[in-house]
């Protein structure tokens, strides 16, 4: 079992940034496929952006050029750096964790991003 803890949520001005932290209990971080996943209200859950074992990412077309997702193995955490922060980009945002190729995946239970002046 695998334990993913969202930190770094909150309240924030349009135009601005927030870096989101999630640690994980997983004794084989490094080999896990990560993830940040996003539910706006009244909306279901999307992918936000990943970052593969090998470190190559991936992003939505909507935070293409103003999110960036890392991990760090030596302390098993994943980060999301988000920039130029938008109203539509508030939302619980929740960390995921995939043993690829293995039907094996963890959620966390998501901190709350909201952009408003």
């Known amino acids: 079992q695998v334990q993913l803890v969202e930190s770094g949520g909150g309240l924030v001005q349009p135009g601005g940034s927030l870096r989101l932290s999630c640690a994980a209990s997983?004794?084989?971080?490094?080999?896990?496929?990560m993830g940040w996943y996003r539910q706006a209200p009244g909306k279901q859950r999307e992918l936000v952006a990943i970052?593969?074992?090998?470190?190559?990412?991936d992003y939505a077309d909507s935070v293409k050029g103003r999110f960036t997702i890392s991990r760090d193995n030596a302390k098993n955490t994943v980060y999301l750096q988000m920039n130029s922060l938008k109203p539509e980009d508030t939302a619980v945002y929740y960390c995921?964790?995939?043993?690829?190729?293995?039907?094996?995946?963890?959620w966390g239970e998501g901190t709350l991003v909201t952009v408003s002046s």
């Open positions: 970052i593969t074992s090998g470190s190559s990412t």
């Open positions: 997983a004794s084989r971080f490094s080999s896990y496929t």
């Open positions: 995921n964790a995939k043993l690829v190729p293995f039907p094996i995946t963890y």
